[in-house]
């Protein structure tokens, strides 16, 4: 099964803890190498997250030293991890024992206001890009803004045209619902939601409203589900595999079989559900889906499949 995990904040971990850690010694973290190969993971996008603490002014220095975590440990576990960077990197039906990784920034403060800074990352490997963390930033507002929210400003809206021009992931979780609206009425190429969930099971400003779901599922976009309870059920305290499942029969029922994906946010959350404790009991999906009655087409897109049909359409294609 090619399993494809949209969102982890490891990266983030790896800089609190030091430069005497890297993914082949992290304990005590749901995401490592160890685990990754454990859960048979195939790909994972690795997500760079800049703290409040150093916007304005550092945030783009604060991600080049996480941009440079990523690179150190794909060069020291290279026979073991691969990066990630334009399409068909990843073929799911060629045996490889390497995973894929594929670097995203978590939060357009990182920008720092510059396109040029876009371009940039792009060329250090960032093939994706969360616009808004929860607060408003020189591209747009997050959800946090609450409902005084607006949509995408101007510098967001050509963030979004270079995205495109680049081939470049635009991940909505976290945005605001307005400025959501304007990067679907906005991009030319398929639109992820990396890490969120169906506000209909879960009443959390963090998850999409039906039509949401379906409005990414009409452009080929994904919503990659994710795994903090406090954004899978009502009862977080109780949560479980089956509630991860609920949330991804929801998604099936309103969106369809092409538009779900899995976003852990392992290393970014404070709890797991019960049986999905780190990135190694991923696999105890399939079973759980198989007892909803899905077929095993339908659970390979749901695991990688579906990801990965959108991140061979959106990057670029490999130069000659």
Known sequence: MFIFDAHADTLSVLAERGEAYDLGTLKDSHVNLPGMRKGGLKAQIFAVYVPKKYCPGMALHAALKMVDIFW???ELYHEFLMPVLCRNDLRPGEYSPRIGCLLSIEGGEALEGS???LRILFRLGVRALTLTWNNRNEL????????????????????VAE???LGMLIDVSHLAEKGFWDVLALSKAPVIASHSNAYTLCRHPRNLTDDQIRALADQGGIVGVNFFPKHVTDSPDNCTIEDVVDQIMYLYQV????????GSDFDGIGSTPVGLEDVGKMPGL????EKRGLPTAVIEKIMGLNLLRVVNQ???????
């Open 163 to 165: 995205m495109n021009r």
């Open 72 to 74: 150190r440990n794909l």
């Open 286 to 289: 399939i079973p759980a889906l």
């Open 255 to 262: 969106g369809g079989s092409d538009a779900i994906a899995l």
């Open 314 to 320: 959106v990057l670029p294609e490999r130069s000659s």
């Open 140 to 159: 747009g507002d997050g959800i946090g803004e609450g409902e005084r929210a607006s949509g995408l400003s101007g510098f967001g809206c050509e963030v």
């Open 115 to 117: 396109l040029a800074n």
